[in-house]
Structures are given as C-alpha cells and as structure tokens.
C-alpha cells in the first residue's frame, strides 16, 4: 500500500526557512514524478512545485519562484520542499503527492496525481 508521511512543518518567523520531507513507501518510488501542494485556511489547495521523477524537471508556480526549490533523493525514497523567505501568507497545510502520469502533474492539476500524504502545518507569524 502507497503511502506519503511529510514532515518538518511548525511555527517560523517571517523572513526564516523551513525545509518539508515527504517519506514515501509502498511504491516504486523512482518512477513517480512528485508535487508539493498547500491549503490555507478558508481556500482551496493550491499547486506549490512539482519534480520529476528523475530530479531533472522542476516545476513552480509563478508567485512562489525565487523561495521555494523542490528536490528530491530517489535513494532515500524522499521528496524536499525548501521554503526561503517565509512569509504569513506561506500558513498553510502542506501535502505531498505522487502521480506517474506524462502529463497534468507538472502543470499542477491534482487529479494527475494518485496517492497523497496527510499534510504538515505550516505557521508563519509576522
């Protein structure tokens, strides 16, 4: 059974850094691309980047470029949101998610995408 544990959300001040990880197991790990997604209270869950299976595409959503990287260690079965710069706005539940297919993921729709983890909350104060 496919399964997605993130980690490493919390409280942060504005203007630090958090790094996420997304553990996955069950699943042939290397052959998924992987996508970072967030759900802030009162909105929708949103697309925050996505990686290839390979590590060798990135994907951003515009307004995150430049603070966020996303990569990936198919050894340990690992996918890593890095957040630079945080800011209130960044408050958010933060999932993981897996998709194997060509198309749709990169682009950040989240019906491409086949197994999800539970989140990790993430507190920005100002």
């Not at 999932?95 to 983890?117: K, L």
């Amino acid at each position: 059974q496919a399964q997605l544990h993130e980690s490493g959300g919390g409280l942060a001040q504005a203007g630090s850094s958090l790094r996420l990880s997304c553990a996955a197991s069950g699943l042939t790990f290397s052959v998924y691309h992987m996508g970072w997604f967030r759900q802030a209270p009162g909105k929708e869950r949103e697309f925050v980047a996505g990686i290839s299976w390979s590590g060798g595409s990135t994907y951003y959503a515009d307004s995150l470029k430049g603070r966020f990287t996303v990569s990936r260690d198919n050894a340990k079965y690992t996918v890593y949101l890095q957040m630079n710069s945080l800011k209130p706005e960044d408050t958010a539940d933060y999932y993981c998610a897996a998709s194997v297919r060509r198309d749709r993921w990169f682009e950040g729709y989240q019906d491409a995408y086949a197994y999800w983890g539970q989140g990790t909350q993430v507190t920005v104060s100002s």
